[in-house]
């Protein structure tokens, strides 16, 4: 079984990128708490925005690469375009599980809700539930081609709901921080809360890579097992 | 009349034709959006909520939820004795049939509307007024745009096992924008506001149409062809 061999080995490699992430994640860690200064108006709670902001921005390429992908999967039928798109809805499915808890953590004492209909919170929210309904309809479809092509298409229209519910929620006034990094003009952090953001932008990106290379791995196997199973 | 056109107007006129056949379908719907008003009504605290501050939204969750009911129709009818491989075999270009049943959607769903603005009009105690035609042309607007996300959604929610479930999960987040600015037009307009203060929201709504209905024919294709 050569196959099964590709497959172990695409786990394997998956499996080294995520431990090598998590032990970014701890150093991340060790930076946020010792190397940066502590906020002078939010104090320790600023701290989780070094996870916050990391794994908002996994889960938005995450998604936003399920959208590319699934477009150039109608196109050029590729399965392993449409085992790429699944690996990495799932993976972003999480992370933008860890963005929507972190986020009250830190909005219940600097904000004193837990929650509020502010445009981003939303827009975030909406595109949770996005890709757990196409989570959902891929686990519901027994046809390998079907599920990918069905696949494709919600995640195609996902992307362009996307500027939409953008739009439409902006207009209510937001509370949500604006942006510090991504401005026109120059950052607006102390040189160490930068360097620390930068540090845990760059871990969060490897574990995303990890965790979908793992992903694509098993997604890969499952299908031969599949392959098999039909043959026998 | 160009053939594409005639074509999706055979297959909207097939879809009416056995729609009022039987009417129960489009009777249970116009009778579960009267409920759905009903049931608002005792949801709300007369003392502390006037209807007519909660009218707009009541009057789109229910656009809303009947549109939901109604699209789950469109191609569990087609399941049925294998229709839609008929209709695969006859020679229409998948543009056409998408348009035809998109058409037909929007008939059904627009009876369900229409039936229940007068009934919102009446348990709500709500004076349109001037306000009816740009209600309308909110309503239009605003319900072109989610039926045509419905109509693609519900060809694939059928081959799923609990289609009932499937299709809200799906177009929920795909409502919330066409929700959001009908909801905030329609309270405009019951509020006697200038047209230049929902310009914003009427363009948001046609942009959505536009994009929402090409693409959805477009992947039309990919839905119904192996």
Known sequence: MTAGAAARSIVRRGMFLT??????????????????PVEARQGLAQKIFYLHVPSAWSALLAFSLVGIVSGLYLWLHDPRLDRFAASSAEVGVAFSAVMLTTGPIWAKPIWGTWWTWDARLTLTLFLFFLFVGYLALRAALQDPAERARFSAVVGILGLLLVPFIHLSVYLFRTLHPQPIVLKPSAPSLPPE????????????TLLYVGLVTMRYGLALAEEEREEAGDAA | MPESVRLALVVAAKDIRAELRSRTALLSAVVFAALVLVVFNFARDPTALSATDLAPSVLWVTFALAAMLALNRAFTVERENGALDGLLLAPIPREALFAGKLLANLAFVGTVEAVTLPLFVLFFNVDLGAALPGIVAVTVLATVGFVAVGTIFSAMAVRTRFAELMLPVLLLPFMVPPLIGAVQATSRLLAGRPLSEMLGWLRLLALYDLVFVTLCTLAFSAVVDE
């Not at chain 1, 431990?19 to 940066?36: D, E, P, S």
């Not at chain 1, 809360?193 to 969060?204: A, I």
Request: glycine share 4%.
């Open chain 1, 19 to 36: 431990a090598a992430a998590l032990l970014g994640l701890a150093a991340v860690y060790l930076l946020a708490l010792q190397y940066t």
């Open chain 1, 193 to 204: 809360m930068l360097r620390t953001l930068l540090v845990s932008t760059l871990v969060f």
